[in-house]
């Protein structure tokens, strides 16, 4: 939510394919908070995701939940449609 206030694209391209090293790029050079995971925004299964993603560690059950949701939502449409994506909460 704070990353999209912020300037960060909320139309993103579904990229399935490049998730694994955007990711990578994303959390490079960050260090670990332990108890904590590094969750990005936007996330790495788009193609707005990696370079310039905002990353703030959270409580693991949020971030892998939230991932999940979105993974679980979005696996019915195929690579490169484009969503909005809204936090509601």
Do not use: C, W
Request: proline share 8%; hydrophobic share 25%; aromatic share 4%.
């Amino acid at each position: 939510e704070n990353a999209i206030k912020n300037g960060a694209p909320s139309i993103l391209t579904i990229s399935r394919k490049t998730a694994k090293s955007n990711r990578k790029i994303s959390l490079k050079g960050l260090k670990k908070v332990p108890g904590k995971d590094l969750d990005e925004y936007p996330p790495a299964m788009f193609k707005e995701g990696g370079l310039g993603a905002d990353v703030k560690p959270i409580s693991p059950s949020d971030n892998r939940g939230s991932g999940s949701t979105t993974g679980h939502k979005l696996k019915i449409y195929p690579e490169d449609t484009k969503i909005q994506y809204k936090i509601i909460e």
